[in-house]
């Protein structure tokens, strides 16, 4: 199954990082999601196919400064949201 998803915006309120941390943010998301995906597949509502303007992905609790495990708390956090689009 060939899945193709696009983020368009992310919003974070309150953060301030670096270029360089933002990259690592959205390269961490970015592969967390795959990995979700790829080993638990696509909810079956979602199956054959949907846009959607808005997918509201649950609060997240930010602990330290670290972007790489934010990225990961985004995908899992976008991720179950996903169950309820």
């Given at each position: ?31 967390e ?34 972007p ?15 169950d309820?689009?």
């Amino acid at each position: 199954m060939k899945i193709n998803l696009h983020i368009d915006r992310l919003v974070l309120n309150g953060l301030d990082f670096t270029s360089d941390q933002q990259h690592l943010l959205q390269t961490s998301a970015v592969n967390e999601l795959t990995r979700l995906l790829s080993e638990g597949g696509l909810a079956p509502h979602l199956a054959g196919g949907i846009a959607l303007a808005r997918l509201s992905a649950g609060d997240i609790q930010v602990t330290g400064n670290c972007p790489a495990q934010l990225g990961r708390q985004i995908a899992q956090s976008v991720y179950g949201g996903m169950d309820h689009a």
